[in-house]
């Protein structure tokens, strides 16, 4: 069987060269954001007579049944909005006037990997895609990243937060979604901008492989940051009575208490630190504060800080970007917001917001390339460092080839409007802030 | 190193949690001690029991200490129709045919509570503020649950021993054939006793509602904690199962001051099966 595969690729590649052109890489032009219809022409450049179109073929799987359904629908339907701007657009358009049409392919992978591994060879030997976005979640994504590497392609990741895929020395896989290791991180800088006398950090977090991974960064960097971990340990999944275990924070006498796993156990925690009103300054968890229904926990809610990949209330802008010193591409936030909302009829969260960056970074990375070469598209992710909606992107070009390093996660924070709502507003970075963060808590 | 008011803290987290974990293994060691039946249902009755709670707070305002009497009545009638429909038939067959019966029960309720609750956990947003003596911060959502717990249990006590109904139910319990040649109406005193034993393990769901979050598998961990503390206490012995539930409650409290949190089962669990080697009646039990 290997024959055929190895045939395909051959085919692959015949096509590839075929398709290739011959174009030197000109100086980029600004890149014209694709959301905003009104103030794109339509493709028909009054300089250059008719322009060679050519079509590329996006592939990948979405989890149509399964249990990931919810999470990969909004990934895909995130894309889908990119694809729709693009459109409007005219397509991407390279320095030499080519204009690239794409089309997506995609697959039911019923969210395992055997389908997803099948799938992926499929999409590369009979769809002949040029270029892939891998499944949602950490797991399926390592499954497609091994054949998009074994056949040379081009694979931006979402949903994929887990380090490891980065971690084998794959060259063509790309991550947008910020790592877990620097799921914390951010709490832990926070923590040190708004209170440099703080000193102690707890962090109780579930025995899993998230939440561990998470965590076992999480440490060294705070110990890095001058910050002493008095306390560090895990829970069971499922834990419903912390009770013994807040005595014990107690008696470590914590400034903050950061960890957590998923939102039943975090939610929990979080209510009965409120219930014992356990003397600290800050509570960072993972994932609870992000669902809508921590909401639930009324008051122990106040004051909760999670992180977050991607929040509609995101104050990334062409203005920040200009701050920071990067080159912006892409629509605004708001644009982004009310596009989707306007499609979809709801806010887009984080999944949705990752399926478009996705689409975006590939297509600033052919627009840079001049082509759709693999080699050059690839060249050009590694150069890549921008602004967009989604925050920052830049990729690990290093050890951890692929790895997302630019973006930052946004941390939200539980508090209460001028008329006693419960709201989570983005309280750090400082770039990205949306209300004044509660710090200390008051309890 | 470890402060002792860390130790008494824990301790009295532990005891006022075992109390209530007590009313629930009672729940379970009734109904054995009546008809030698293992209810598998145990552990879902339990988390109907918080849904109960749950259902009339969020949906009628009812106070969850008021929707607790409600609940009780309608533990004690669904445990009634359980065993009508599901365990009074194969009451005489071996034992796996009622530990079948129970497990189906058992299934049917985590079924249909999924498709009609979800597994998304569920919250009785409740306070009764705290007192505060030191390092010890007592909730008063948790000293009520001790209190009615006792309550309930001396309740119990008072129907087995000193009312005429209850000493049908003791027996029944001790020999069938001879309480039905006296004329005690053996099929409806079991059905009755079923009955009193879901309303326990209700109850005690509803008292756990008010304090930790809860879907409709979460019975499942207090079933597991039921088992363990009819062992320690005794099969068939409630005032055991009082004991085993402060006696596992002072584990789970103080256990986790020494070690990490994980330890806790696998020390229950060490002591359930020493105790099944060397004790196999119970602390309290005889035989």
Not at chain 1, 63 to 76: D, P
Request: charge should be neutral.
């Amino acid at each position: 069987m290997r024959w055929m595969k190895w045939g395909g690729i051959l085919v692959v590649l015949a096509m590839l060269a075929a398709c290739a052109a011959p174009a030197p890489p000109a100086p980029t032009a600004t890149p014209a954001g694709p959301a905003q219809p009104a103030a794109q022409p339509s493709p028909t450049p009054a300089a250059s007579p008719t322009p060679a179109v050519k079509k590329i073929i996006l592939g990948f799987t979405a989890s149509q049944t399964g249990k990931l359904t919810k999470e990969s629908k909004e990934q895909v339907q995130g894309l889908q909005l990119w694809l729709d701007d693009l459109q409007r657009a005219g397509g991407i358009r390279l320095p030499d006037g080519t204009v690239i049409q794409v089309e997506l392919k995609f697959y039911d992978d019923e969210s395992t990997k055997e389908r997803v591994q099948q799938l992926y060879v499929k999409l590369i030997n009979e769809d002949k895609a040029d270029f892939l976005i891998s499944p949602y979640s950490s797991g399926l994504a390592d499954a497609a990243a091994v054949i998009a590497e074994q056949y040379g392609k081009i694979m931006i990741t979402i949903g994929a937060a887990s380090d490891s895929t980065y971690e084998k020395g794959y060259r063509h896989i790309f991550q947008i979604y910020t790592p877990a290791s620097r799921y914390l991180t951010g709490a832990i800088d926070f923590l040190k901008k708004m209170d440099p006398n703080a000193r102690r950090i707890a962090i109780v977090y579930e025995n899993e492989k998230f939440s561990t991974d998470v965590v076992n960064a999480a440490k060294p960097y705070a110990e890095s940051q001058g910050f002493e971990v008095v306390l560090f340990e895990g829970y069971e999944t499922g834990t419903t009575d912390f009770g013994p275990f807040i005595n014990k924070i107690m008696a470590a006498k914590p400034d903050a208490i950061i960890g957590g796993g998923h939102f039943q156990d975090g939610s929990t925690l979080a209510k009965q630190l409120f219930e014992k009103k356990v003397p600290v300054k800050m509570i960072a968890l993972l994932v609870a504060p992000a669902v809508p229904e921590f909401a639930q926990l009324g008051d122990a809610a106040v004051g909760v800080i999670g992180p977050s990949q991607w929040e509609p209330g995101a104050k990334y802008s062409p203005d920040s970007a200009k701050a920071a010193g990067l080159p912006w591409y892409g629509p605004t936030v708001d644009q982004f917001v009310s596009a989707y909302k306007a499609k979809y009829g709801y806010e887009p969260g984080y999944h949705a917001a990752g399926g478009y960056a996705a689409g975006l970074v590939l297509q600033k990375a052919i627009e840079d390339a001049g082509s759709i070469e693999t080699e050059k598209v690839k060249a050009a992710l590694e150069k890549m460092d921008l602004m967009t909606f989604y925050g920052r992107i830049k990729f690990d070009t290093g050890k951890a080839h692929g790895k997302q390093i630019g973006h930052e996660m946004v941390y939200l924070q539980w508090q209460k409007d001028a008329s006693g709502n419960l709201i989570r507003p983005i309280v750090w970075p400082e770039a990205a802030q949306a209300a004044k963060p509660i710090y200390p808590l008051s309890r | 190193m470890v402060n002792p008011g860390v130790w008494i803290a824990s301790l009295i987290d532990g005891l006022l949690l075992g109390f209530v974990y007590g009313l629930a293994a009672m729940g379970l060691t009734l109904i054995w001690g009546v008809m030698r039946v293992i209810n598998l249902a145990h552990g879902p009755i339990i988390a109907l029991g918080m849904f109960g709670v749950y259902l009339l707070f969020a949906y009628a305002g009812v106070h969850p200490y008021l929707g607790l009497f409600a609940v009780a009545l309608l533990g004690l009638l669904v445990g009634i129709l359980i065993y009508e429909v599901a365990v009074h038939r194969v009451l005489n067959a071996p034992h796996l045919s009622t530990l079948l019966a129970t497990f189906s029960v058992n299934m049917m309720i985590i079924g249909t509570g999924t498709a009609l609750f979800t597994t998304t956990p569920r919250n009785i947003d409740i306070s009764l503020g705290r007192l505060t003596f030191g390092p010890v911060v007592l909730l008063g959502t948790r000293m009520l649950a001790a209190l009615a717990a006792v309550l309930i249990a001396a309740g119990l006590y008072l129907f087995l021993y000193r009312t005429i109904p209850g000493k049908m139910v003791r027996a029944v319990a001790s020999h069938r054939a001879a309480a039905e040649l006296m004329g005690i109406p053996s099929a409806r005193v079991l059905a009755f006793s079923f009955g009193l034993g879901t309303m326990l393990a209700a109850v005690a769901g509803g008292l756990i509602a008010t304090f930790f979050p809860f879907t409709i598998l979460s019975g499942g961990a207090y079933e597991l904690k039921s088992f363990v503390i009819c062992v320690l206490g005794g099969l068939g012995n409630p005032t055991g199962a009082l004991l085993g539930g402060l006696i596992l409650g002072a584990l789970e409290g103080l256990i986790p001051i020494v070690l990490p949190v994980s330890w806790v089962p696998v020390i229950e669990f060490l002591l359930f099966v020493l105790l099944l080697l060397l004790r196999p009646q119970g602390l309290l039990g005889e035989r």
